[in-house]
């Protein structure tokens, strides 16, 4: 339980390769900040991408996002400007993952959480000083600080040498005491379907920019084995997450609209220029697509969707929220 995944300030890496990086980093964030000492179970699409090169282009992903009505600014900024780095160069790697941990009064949640008349959906109101993407529930997103900037989001980087390895990203969620002294409980499932929606969306963006697809990580399991660490992001299903990448990436018609004549008519693969395709050709190419009748995406079950409190108290052994 708790078991840090080991870093090197060497390499500038977590141990093992990107996959193996990913599992340990993502493994299930509990209440308290417990994480369970098995590796995380990866969705297909994970295991396929992550730490490869990318092979989307950024005409694709602009044609995407043209489409959707997404502005690049949204997500991170401008699809041509570089990302991070460390003060030695090493570019950004890790994808991180929190959540907003909005404490609420009370013992159950408002019952319009998932609405734009909660609060906390309005990102114009949110200070976004500390991550360079917030989304809130309803799928909107605001970039704090573009995915060039280096920021530090958590106590790992507080070494300086660290600094720009890691992209942050805010997802609104609030939390509630229960039975627990503090805010502890958050929402089953933890985060709407838009809001996994933008989130891959941004994973997108920001390793198209960086090059390779980035390893994703969860805020608490990255700062194991320093004291004082949080909790979060909690209820984030990976799985859920998953199948939110592989959305924009089998749908051939977001990357062909607006182009040239005949724009609007569904082209599965070629165009005159050659440049309609799906983004999601590099996974189909290593084996997604075989693997989608079968994928835990498609036969999971949705999580019970419970707006009350668990009463079964544990002992939380990290602090929710406190300073980075
Ligand atoms: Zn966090």
């Known amino acids: 339980m708790n078991r840090p995944c080991p870093f090197s300030m060497h390499s500038l890496q977590f141990e093992g390769n990107a996959v193996e990086q990913a599992q340990c980093l993502l493994r299930t964030v509990r209440i308290g900040g417990n994480v369970g000492s098995d590796p995380a179970a990866l969705p297909q699409i994970l295991l396929n991408l992550v730490g490869k090169s990318v092979d989307i282009t950024r005409d694709q992903l602009q044609s995407y996002l043209s489409h959707m009505g997404i502005a690049a600014n949204?997500?991170?900024?401008?699809?041509?400007?570089s990302v991070s780095k460390t003060p030695h160069g090493a570019k950004t790697r890790y994808f991180v993952i929190h959540d907003t941990s909005d404490e609420l009064p009370g013992h159950s949640f408002p019952a319009d959480i998932n609405q734009a008349t909660w609060r906390s959906n309005n990102l114009a109101v949110r200070s976004k000083n500390s991550a360079h993407i917030f989304i809130n529930r309803l799928g909107q997103s605001a970039t704090g600080h573009n995915y060039s900037v280096s920021w530090r989001a958590t106590k790992r980087e507080r070494s300086a040498a660290l600094?720009?390895?890691?992209?942050?990203?805010?997802?609104?969620?609030?939390?509630?005491?229960?039975?627990?002294?503090?805010?502890?409980?958050?929402?089953?499932?933890?985060f709407t379907a838009a809001t996994m929606e933008r989130l891959a969306l941004c994973y997108v963006a920001a390793s198209l920019r960086s090059?390779?697809?980035?390893?994703?990580?969860?805020h608490c399991a990255l700062d194991l084995g320093i004291s004082d660490g949080h909790d979060d992001p909690q209820n984030f299903d990976l799985f859920q997450w998953g199948g939110a990448i592989e959305g924009p990436q089998r749908d051939p018609k977001a990357t062909c609209r607006g182009r040239g004549r005949g724009a609007g008519r569904s082209r599965r693969h070629s165009t005159r220029n050659g440049s309609c395709r799906s983004l999601g050709r590099q996974a189909n190419d290593q084996g997604q697509a075989d693997q989608r009748n079968k994928s835990p995406v498609l036969q999971r079950r949705s999580l019970p969707?419970?707006?009350?409190a668990p009463r079964e108290p544990t002992t939380p052994t990290i602090a929710r929220r406190h300073s980075i």
């Open 74 to 81: 949204d997500v991170g900024g401008a699809l041509d400007a």
């Open 163 to 190: 600094k720009g390895l890691f992209l942050h990203h805010e997802l609104t969620q609030p939390r509630i005491k229960g039975s627990y002294r503090y805010n502890a409980v958050a929402p089953t499932p933890g």
């Open 211 to 218: 090059g390779t697809w980035m390893i994703p990580a969860f």
């Open 305 to 308: 969707s419970t707006r009350t």
